[in-house]
């Protein structure tokens, strides 16, 4: 066993979630709309597999998706998971063209074994995120007392920040060799902000300044029920199925919106917010033990939740991912043997709507490589994904997603003989 100080890093995964909080990791405009971009709960390694991930059970992973996969986990193994992402996005409409990049430490997550057939999970994931920043020019025809017209100019300033965020604590319970059952507890908080200003500067309007704040904050909790049914036929094809559901659920949302114009006022809203119906079925299937094909299918039920204290507001969000991985060998001699080469796709509909509207499905393409440490189990995943948010005739972002993340994988608890 590796020597080294469990304290410590127990203490190092304390700080990485503190840190963790409040991180950002888009620059979109789509973000302004509902609670900002919604983040799927996915590992690295299942990122690369195009984000499925509820029919996957692993003992060298932790897979937060379907809480029932923590019953597989080692009577003697600690397994500890941080992942970091870079996006890098360019936006585009029929006029112009823009770039940005982001990076942040994403999501921290750990899993133990209680007994040999009961496994814990915990550790913070992302819910939302919101960040954008963008501008217009406009004018207005303005009254004067001649034949020749005249304008005022102003500018449109629209910004936006923050996010949600989860702490989550979950078991799994294996039963009869073949059937799994989890249950994840999520504590949900954050604020999500939408600043709008309106700037005009002649005609009239010098220095003129109108500024509305919007905010939403959260602090709630929500729950996760998984299953997964198991089996090995023929020593060499090993299949689970997967599923997932989560109810309805209040999000205690409140939400503040300060204009700062004159007069300024504020205006306040509580309890107006919900959380959706989510359910998800998911089929993985491995070949003696080198080839691996997943499938997953979600809905999230977003028309009948609450948002502004009405439903409708949202549009229901559907999602299929695939995914493959391809291990040569998974004892071979050779270290590109070992590695793990993995690809996946996802289509899936966007929650919010435009101008009434259902906008355009956004898909992603991913590509990744497990790469396993000579020394230990541990296991470095990196993974990158284009995708398409949008459409060019209105407005679309093409972006590259790159996730690292690294698997601790270490015996913890064992007798040591003299």
């Not at 904050?217 to 036929?233: A, E, I, K, P, W």
């Not at 590509?367 to 407005?395: C, D, H, Q, W």
Request: glycine share 10%.
């Amino acid at each position: 066993m590796l020597n080294i100080n469990k304290p410590a890093v127990l203490v190092i995964v304390l700080f990485l979630v503190q840190f963790s909080v409040g991180q950002n990791n888009t620059n979109s405009p789509y973000t302004r709309y509902g609670y900002g971009e919604l983040v799927d709960v996915n590992s690295g390694e299942q990122r690369s597999m195009g984000g499925a991930a509820f029919g996957m059970r692993s003992s060298s992973s932790i897979n937060p998706a379907n809480p029932a996969s923590y019953s597989v986990v080692d009577s003697t193994t600690f397994m500890f998971d941080v992942g970091l992402t870079g996006l890098f996005s360019r936006f585009s409409d029929p006029g112009r063209t823009k770039s940005g990049f982001n990076s942040n430490l994403e999501y921290v997550t750990l899993q133990f074994p209680i007994t040999k057939w009961l496994g814990f999970s915990a550790g913070m994931l992302p819910y939302s995120f919101s960040g954008y920043d963008f501008f217009d020019v406009d004018s207005i025809k303005t009254p004067n007392h001649t034949s020749t017209p005249t304008y005022g100019y102003y500018t449109r300033d629209y910004s936006g920040r923050g996010g949600i965020s989860q702490v989550y604590s979950g078991v799994g319970l294996k039963l009869f060799n073949h059937i799994s059952l989890g249950v994840n507890a999520y504590y949900m908080f954050g604020e999500v902000t939408n600043s709008r200003a309106i700037n005009f500067s002649n005609a009239g309007y010098s220095s003129t300044k109108s500024v509305q704040d919007n905010a939403i904050s959260v602090s709630s909790f929500r729950f996760r029920y998984g299953m997964q049914l198991f089996h090995t036929f023929k020593e060499k094809h090993d299949v689970t199925l997967g599923l997932v559901y989560e109810d309805r659920a209040p999000l205690n949302g409140k939400f503040v919106q300060y204009n700062r114009a004159i007069p300024a006022d504020t205006v306040t809203y509580d309890d107006d917010f919900g959380l959706p119906v989510t359910y998800g079925i998911g089929l993985n299937y491995t070949f003696d033990k080198k080839l691996t094909f997943s499938a997953d299918y979600m809905m999230q039920r977003w028309t009948d939740a609450l948002f502004f204290g009405k439903t409708d507001s949202l549009n229901n969000r559907a999602k299929i991912a695939v995914g493959v991985e391809y291990i040569p060998n998974l004892r071979g001699n050779k270290y590109v043997e070992r590695m793990r080469y993995r690809a996946g796709l996802n289509l899936h509909d966007p929650y919010y709507k435009l101008a009434g509207s259902s906008p355009a499905k956004n898909f992603g393409i991913t590509f990744g490589v497990g790469l396993p440490l000579r020394t230990s189990n541990t296991m470095v995943n990196a993974s990158i994904e284009y995708g398409k948010v949008g459409e060019k005739s209105l407005f679309r972002e093409d972006y590259f997603k790159i996730t690292f993340n690294a698997t601790f994988n270490e015996n913890w608890f064992f007798k040591r003989k003299l």
